[in-house]
Structure formats: C-alpha cells, structure tokens
C-alpha cells in the first residue's frame, strides 16, 4: 500500500474524489441491482471495497 | 452477549487505534472502520446483502445531506478569504481597545465564534493565534485563547454542519433539537469566555471583566438560541459571533485600555466590504426560511421509501419513508448562491487579484476531498451498525454499565468521538444513534442526551490532535504541541465535566 507521502497532491486529490465516487455512487444502484441479480449487486459493492481501499491508500 | 458487544465495539476502537496510536488521518480510518464494520456485521451479526444494500443507499442520501453544507461553507470561507475579508476584520479588531482581557474576549472569544460560524476546519485558530501573537500574548496563551474560545461554536458554526449530522444520523427533525443543544451549548459559551479571560489575564482578570464576560455570554447564547429555534440553525452560529462581535465593540469602550495598537485601522467602508458577502448570506438564509419561498423550493426533494429489513440473526428494522433531501432549499444550495452572490460583490469591489476564481474553485476542491472521504465512509459506516444491531447491542450494554450516570457520560462519548476523528460532525455520524438508543432504553430525554453528545463533542473536537498541530503551526511553533495538548485537556475537560452536570440536572428537573 503506498503512502500518502508518495502520491503528488494533485493526483492525490484527484484519487480521493474517484475513491469518494466509488463509496457513494455505486449506492444509488444497488436495491436495484438487488431485485435483477445477485451478481450484479455483489459487482456494485465490490466497487464500494475497492473506493475504500483507494481512500486508505491515497488519503 | 459479551463477545458480540465487543465485536460490535471493535470497529470504533480500531478508529481509536488508528488515528491515536498509528495517526492516520479520518479519510483513512474510516474506511478502514467500514470494512471491519461490514465483516463483523456480516459474519458475526447475520448481516445480508440485502442489508448492505439497503444501508449504502441511506449513506449515500445522509451523506449529501450533510456534504452539501460542508461543500458550501468551505466554498463561502475561501470566497472572503481570497477577497481579504477575513484579513480587514482581523486588523481591525485590535484597534479598538488595548485592554489585554478585553482584547482576549474580543478576538479570541467573539471573532473566533464568528469565523467557526463561517468557516471552521480549524480556522479560528489559524486566523487569531497570529493577531494576539501580533499584540504581545504569549505564544502559548495566543493558541488556547481561540482554542477554547471557539469550541462552544462548533455544533452550529460551519454553517451547521454537525448540528445537520446530528440530525442525519438521528433521524429526528432538527425542530425537537435544536433548543436544549443551543442551551446546553450556551452554557458551554460562558465557560469558555470565563476561561479565555483567565488564560489572557488570570482569575483576577476573571473578576475584573465578569460585567462584559456576562453580558457577551448572554448575547451569544440567547442569539444562537433564537436562531436555532427559529428553524435558521445554518446561521446560528455565525449570528451568535457578529452578536457577540457588535456588544463586545460597545463594550470595548468601557474597557478601551491605555494603549494603541500599532498600524493604522482599515476603513470603515473596507469592513463593510468585507462583511457584505456574509450579510448575503443572512438575506438568503431568512429570505428562504421566513417566507413563502420555503414551500414553493421545498417541492424538488428526493425521498426514497426504506423496507423493513432483518438479519439472519433476528435483528428487524422497521420499513420508513428514507431521509427527505429538499434540495432546493437544502442549506447548502443557499450557501452556493450566497458565495456566488458574495464573489460578484467582492470582484465589483476590487477585491481580487486575476485567477481568483480558479484559486477559489481549486482550493475549495482541495480542501473538501478529505473530509467528504471521511464523512462518506463513516455514515457508511453508522448505517451498517444500525441495521446489523450493532449500535443497539453497544446502547443495551452502555443502558445497563452506565445506568443513572449516564448523563454524566453522555458528553464524554460525544467528546471521545470528536477527540478521535477531529470533527464534532463525524462524531455525531458516529455515536448519536448510539446515545438516542441509550437514551430510550433509560427513559430519558433523548433531546437532552443529544444535546449533551454534541455540546461534547464541540468541545472536545477542539483537543484533537489534528486541530492541536494546526493551532500550534498557527503560532509558527513557538510553543509545543504536548504543552498546548496538556493545557487544553484541562481546560476541556472542565467544560466538559461541566456540560455532564449540567445536563444531568436538567433531566433531574424533568425538563422536556
């Protein structure tokens, strides 16, 4: 994981508002994509994982 | 039973751990938090996909609820920042008294109110540690002057922010709130004026200004309890501060001291310029709240309703109608056009260099992306607690460890949550539920119990160590960080302790 020292600021600001997008968006979907298919809803919230583990990695 | 309350415990500690002991930041800690959270519930309390779906939804509505506010107050403060309002107001309040304790109360007191009522994101400090250090104050009393000063003003500052996250996270309209957290938090008002008079001048200073200290208090405290009640919490705290500013300015000339300070003042005709984009934001505020305007913008408002839903292991949250974005007439969308309006003002002044907007709009996006993280991940975070059973596994244990005392603990919780994560806003998010379940398992008021879970937290989000680093860089390392932190907590804690006393004799009395 790097740190945030190693992230220029700018990219890093960048990454934090595309770690925030995955948090919330995939959100507004989900109970949706909960009464198509299973799968669908599973592939949104690893979405949200993956925003998180952006946010711990660039904040 | 004890095993799963402490694994429902274990999430928050680990934000504890983190940001205590490994210093990362909110942004990084919270999600964090949220993972372990979506294991434990998942694992542990039976939580289904069903129940992270459904959770992630009201996170994202909660969330923007409270982000559009920080969005916009962020934007609002770089707005007058950038056209030097808030340098005008800061060189011109020294010119008006040379009085040591007055000048404490005045900037250190007043005007650090005003500017967490405006801005916050430890910005009182940063602006008025510099100007006392300017007037000849220790270094170390230049920090914790506004540092305690402020600290009763941030439920309401930052336009409201926590006070509108105590109401996300609770669910219960702001109406049945905002009074006994604006008394409690008056309270918490005259304390810390008292201690900014003792840190500035001693406890005889105390005896000395006792008349100003009372009357300002009085002012401050009854101004954001008008507001608040009145529906208008956004600007109740930035309302309280000019107040406090405009008797604290009559006053000066009691207590004017023999002494100038150096400089010539600015203009009469350069403050109003300055204030100008914070009256626009009074004019809309009440334009929107007072007259029919509120139900014509109060139609464009996205609502969706929640069903009930159940763990595997039994855990049932009854089906609602979903939080109510109005966003129209949301606090954050007047804040956006009173910074519009604002900068239009401040740009036909003359008050910008070229580029202004995009320093503007570049450091507003800057400045937010990790708190928007942070607030994000933690309402996921709640959310997920609340509907696994987690938060209301944590309240049975607190109702049954705490039992009659738990008043007194109430704004202790408060202040640990904004101790660790910085923020009386993210500490709201966290615990408020936790305190209402409490609360309602005890029998007793709810509204004082969250008066007294965010009066602490406004409190104790002024000791944290983010805030510390900031006030002490503020001061340009004149003094260390662990002299300011030990001092503070002791100050802090007063307060806080105060804030628990207080709280448990209004419920001894039965109020509400």
Known sequence: MSTPRRVPPARRGALQWLAFALILLPGALLPAALGAAAGAALALLSLIVAGMLLAIAVS | MLLDWTLALAPLVLIVV???????????????????????????????????AWSQLRALLLSIDVLLIVWGAFLLYRV????????????????????????????????????QGVGGFGVPVVVTAPILVGLGFPPLAAV???????????????????????????????????????????????????????IACGWRGVLRLAPALLVMAAVMGATQYALATRGVWTIAGFGAGMAGLAVGLALARVYRGTDGAPGAPPKPAQVATALSGYAVLVALTLLVALTPLRGLLDRAAVQVP??????????VTPADDGPRLALMRHAGTILGAASLAAYLIYRRAGCYRPGAARRILAATARGVAPSSLAIASMVSMSVVMSYAGMTDLLAQGLARGAGGLFPFVAPWIGALGAFITGSNTNSNLLFALLQRRTAELLGVSVTWILAAQTAGGAVGSVVSPTKVVVGVGSADHAVEEHTVMRHLLVYTGALIAALGLAAAAALAVGAR
């Open chain 2, 18 to 52: 983190l940001m205590v002991a490994i210093r990362w930041g909110a942004a990084r800690a919270g999600p964090a938090g949220w993972l372990a959270v979506v294991a434990v519930a998942v694992l542990r309390f039976g939580a289904g996909l069903d129940i992270l």
């Open chain 2, 80 to 115: 007058a920042d950038e056209a030097g309002a808030i340098r005008t107001l800061g060189q011109a309040l020294p010119h008006l008294t040379s009085d040591r304790g007055m000048q404490a109360l005045l900037i250190g007191w007043a005007f650090a109110s005003f500017l």
């Open chain 2, 144 to 198: 914790l002057a506004p540092a305690v000063g402020h600290s009763w003003s941030v439920t309401y500052g930052s336009l409201a922010s926590s006070f509108q996250a105590l109401i996300a996270a609770t669910g219960l309209p702001g109406e049945a709130m905002a009074a006994d957290a604006a008394l409690l938090l008056a309270l918490a008002g005259l304390g810390a004026g008292l201690l900014v008079a003792q």
């Open chain 2, 306 to 315: 929640f069903p009930a839903l159940a763990t595997a292991s039994g855990f």
